[in-house]
């Protein structure tokens, strides 16, 4: 039972200061001069546009169910934008297969194309991923992918919509 609780412990201390140190991806804009245009709906209109699931994951921070997007399963070329707005997020070539069930990349395509913040639900503290267009939720970002970041971005694949490279 000691080791459990210090187990815990540690986790939680791991991911306190993970969150209170971690460069705030989309902070930094060197390397990108885009400015991204806010899009700022109603709830109502946020309805119309997405489906109820995609509303709960984007609108709502809900997460889906781990290996239930379609998205884990694509590793043709293309890109991945933010399901409500359309914004690219992320590339094929960014993409791995971390093994969660949930699509996850080591990077965004640019950092302006997304925002962070703190995020302290469910008793962790995690780094949540918005889309900076929108404010839509797309995931959380962790200290444990691969290099040349070491980041993962772990994304729901209901906040997501794959392009095809032509």
């Not at 990108?32 to 546009?49: F, G, M, Q």
């Not at 939720?137 to 970041?149: E, W, Y």
Request: a positive charge.
């Amino acid at each position: 039972m000691k080791l459990a609780i210090a187990l815990i412990a540690l986790a939680l201390t791991g991911a306190l200061a993970f969150a209170a140190t971690a460069p705030v991806p989309g902070s930094d804009k060197k390397g990108s001069k885009e400015v991204i245009d806010k899009i700022v709906k109603s709830d109502d209109e946020w309805k119309k546009v997405l489906t109820p699931e995609q509303y709960n994951v984007l609108r709502k921070e809900g997460t889906e169910r781990p290996f239930s997007s379609p998205l884990n399963n694509i590793h043709e070329k293309g890109v991945f934008v933010c399901a409500a707005c359309g914004l690219t997020l992320y590339s094929s070539d960014q993409k791995f297969d971390s093994g969660t069930g949930w699509p996850s990349f080591w990077a965004p395509i640019d950092p302006s194309h997304i925002t962070t913040k703190t995020d302290r639900s469910f008793f962790q503290v995690r780094t949540e991923v918005l889309c900076a267009r929108c404010g839509g939720h797309l995931g959380h970002v962790f200290p444990d992918g691969p290099p040349p970041t070491g980041l993962r971005y772990c994304m729901n694949g209901l906040a997501m919509k794959f392009v095809p490279a032509k």
